[in-house]
């Protein structure tokens, strides 16, 4: 398996509350991404990284900061979790000239 | 949005061959066909991808139709353990620009 290690993988907060997500890599790889999994809507990319330092908006970022300030790391931020979010998380991690490849999730719920 | 269209279920019997289609009508001359596949609540597993020429690997073998506009993942003896749900995308190959765009997948039912 890919050298790719998502954590927490469960998590439990309060609305209100602030939470991050760590996307930690071996792999030396340029690419992450976040995504989010729910039911009805598959997976939806939420924010990318091409880069330290690079990052991009996806489909679903309202809501969503990252931050890359190492090439290994990889941090989604909700900054006022909310019921909405409530979701599976994955990170994903590509070289210049391959696939990508999966982390194991990371099942969040917002009370 | 997703640039691929699926069929939503298919069942196919322990041992058989699946095979599994996916419509690309809009794929671009650059973009590749990637099938990935998720086993329950897993991460995402990469399968294959291919240009325009077919591919065979240890896991299954990928046909694309001449003019790119289909493609066929075949499993050639699908077992219990192929039960998932599978994803065709279409993506340039690496780079920010080719980001995975997910569709609903084709959930597959391996059954003895």
């Known amino acids: 398996d890919a050298g790719i290690t998502q954590s927490p993988r469960h998590k439990v907060t309060e609305t209100g509350t602030p939470v991050t997500l760590r996307c930690h890599q071996t792999?030396?790889?340029?690419?992450m991404y976040w995504y989010r999994q729910d039911p009805g809507h598959g997976l939806r990319l939420i924010h990318y990284?091409?880069?330290?330092?690079?990052?991009d908006k996806g489909e679903v970022s309202d809501g969503y900061s990252v931050s890359r300030s190492k090439t290994e790391d990889f941090l989604l931020t909700l900054e006022s979790a909310t019921s909405s979010q409530t979701s599976v998380y994955f990170c994903a991690i590509s070289g210049q000239a391959s696939e990508a490849f999966f982390g194991q999730g990371t099942r969040l719920t917002v009370v | 949005d997703a640039k691929t269209t699926q069929p939503p279920s298919m069942d196919c019997a322990e041992g058989r061959a699946a095979n599994l289609p996916c419509n690309h009508s809009t794929i671009s001359g650059n973009e590749y066909v990637y099938w990935y596949r998720q086993i329950h609540s897993q991460g995402p597993q990469y399968i294959i991808h291919?240009?325009?020429n077919n591919e065979t690997n240890e896991m299954a073998s990928l046909i694309i139709t001449e003019d790119r506009k289909s493609s066929t993942l075949i499993l050639p003896h699908a077992t219990l353990r192929d039960t998932a749900v599978y994803y065709c995308i279409v993506r340039e190959y690496g780079g920010s620009q080719g980001n995975l765009i997910f569709g609903k997948g084709t959930k597959l039912s391996v059954k003895p």
């Open positions: 291919g240009l325009k």
């Open positions: 990284s091409y880069g330290v330092k690079d990052t």
């Open positions: 792999e030396n790889h340029r690419y």
